[in-house]
Each structure stands twice: as C-alpha cells, then as structure tokens.
C-alpha cells in the first residue's frame, strides 16, 4: 500500500474516535523497518483501546495489513504495527514520560488534520 494511503487511513482511524494531538514522522531516514512512526493521545484506557481498534479498521478497509498490536490489555500504551507505519496511542502522562516525539520527531509530516480544517473553515465563515 502507498504510504500515503496508509498514512491518510491511520489518521482518519484516530480521528473518528477523537485522538488527541497527533503527530506524523518521517523515519525512513532512521530505519529500514518502517517509514512512518504516528503518535497520538487518548484520554483513557477505553479510548486508547477503541482507538486502536479503529485504525485497525480503516487501514484493513482501505486494503492495508496489521502485522500486530502490543498493549491492549492494559490500554495505557497500544502499539498498532501496519507495517510501514507504527502507531503508538499513549496516554498523555505516558506520552509526556516517554517523549517519543525526540525519538522520531526530527522530520515531521505536514499532514491535513479533520480537526483543523474544521476550525479553519468556522474561522473563515465567521464562526457560523
């Protein structure tokens, strides 16, 4: 699957359960393994679990492939590996600890997020 593609699926799973502060790496540069690493937050144990659920779907629906998931049980941290792309859904006090943004953040994806073009669009018609 383009990567692209896969990329675009990933976000709109994390954005239909209303994933917070997400962020998209280029790590092709670091790693052979996988060239892209997405982070993101959920705000429980329960939304970490369905948001990893629904990236799941989205990336199987759009003719992707999960290779494994690590960390649903507890919920805290869930790992999603669609192959060349890694999600981590954490939640913020992990995500702050962890920082994997330092890790893989040194080449960030622009990538257009729901979210902001919704606020850009009310801002733009004056909030009607």
Not at 55 to 78: A, D, F, M, P, Q
Request: with cysteine.
């Amino acid at each position: 699957m383009e990567i692209q593609k896969l990329q675009r699926a990933i976000i709109d799973g994390l954005e239909d359960v209303k994933a917070q502060d997400i962020k998209v790496f280029n790590t092709s540069h670091l790693t052979s393994l996988f060239d892209r690493v997405i982070v993101a937050s959920g705000t429980s144990n329960r939304q970490t679990k369905a948001l990893a659920h629904s990236v799941r779907e989205k990336v199987k629906e759009s003719g992707g492939e999960i290779i494994s998931t690590e960390g649903e049980e507890i919920g805290e941290w869930v790992l999603v590996d669609c192959g060349d792309a890694i999600v981590h859904i954490l939640q913020p006090a992990l995500r702050q600890y962890y920082n994997l943004e330092e890790v893989w953040g040194d080449k960030p994806v622009r990538v257009k997020l729901l979210e902001a073009e919704h606020v850009r669009r009310r801002i733009g018609d004056g909030g009607r």
